[in-house]
């Protein structure tokens, strides 16, 4: 594909509910990031990946939040016991790995908890 | 820890006049720059960035911005506006090395008709 993709697009969940989002890095990066954008907010760093080890989830705000990236391509986020304050726009991101290398974003995902 | 302070939550000018988004920030080391561009419902475009060399960068769509160290600012300009430039505008930071960005709150450029 030409760029990062994200799936699905929108997801609305009950709260409590569990849910998982779908990153696919363009073909090579070997970097790939989670953001979480709040209505209003700039993008905040949740986890970052370097080919399948998570290198830093320092940005993760509980333990209800959960990544993976098992073959070093797709990432999954995932978001357990969903509350009101995780709606928000899921970004994505990926880039080469090198220092000066754009990260190249996709569409995200816009998660709403009722 | 790095930061960026974006002054100005929403910016309005008139089509054709000078576009000027104000971007500081905070860095306990030389930082890469970065502005980046959100039309409604998509992801972010990179406009342009400053890495090292010259301090005077040129992006995409006529803008362009000035890496002043003194002033530890990023300021976006362009010199006229066009209706199509109405988006959310974002300045981020990171460190030299492939680590995760730092952005600002973000700018809403508005262009009036």
């Known amino acids: 594909g030409a760029g990062v993709s994200q799936s699905p697009r929108y997801k609305v969940a009950k709260r409590g509910q569990d849910v998982a989002l779908r990153c696919d890095p363009i073909?090579?990066?070997?970097?790939l990031f989670w953001y979480q954008q709040a209505l209003g907010q700039g993008p905040e760093f949740l986890t970052y990946?370097?080919?399948?080890?998570?290198?830093?989830k320092s940005g993760l705000p509980s333990d209800r939040f959960f990544a993976e990236r098992p073959e070093g391509s797709v990432s999954t986020l995932k978001i357990q016991r969903t509350q009101q304050e995780d709606s928000a726009v899921y970004l994505c991101a990926s880039s080469l790995g090198l220092s000066h290398n754009e990260q190249f974003f996709g569409p995200g995902t816009r998660l709403t908890v009722l | 820890a790095q930061s960026v302070t974006q002054l100005g939550s929403h910016v309005s000018v008139s089509e054709g006049a000078l576009v000027l988004l104000r971007c500081n920030y905070s860095?306990?080391?030389?930082?890469?720059l970065f502005w980046y561009v959100q039309y409604p419902n998509q992801g972010l475009q990179l406009l342009l960035k400053y890495t090292t060399g010259a301090t005077l960068v040129k992006g995409i769509n006529g803008f362009e911005a000035e890496f002043k160290k003194s002033e530890t600012s990023f300021h976006l300009t362009k010199p006229s506006a066009h209706m199509s430039d109405a988006a959310e505008y974002f300045c981020?930071?990171?460190?030299?090395?492939?680590?995760?960005?730092?952005f600002g709150k973000g700018t809403r450029l508005s262009v009036i008709a």
């Open positions: 860095s306990s080391v030389p930082p890469y």
């Open positions: 073909s090579g990066h070997v970097s």
């Open positions: 990946f370097q080919n399948e080890a998570q290198l830093d």
């Open positions: 981020a930071v990171r460190d030299s090395g492939n680590t995760p960005l730092v």
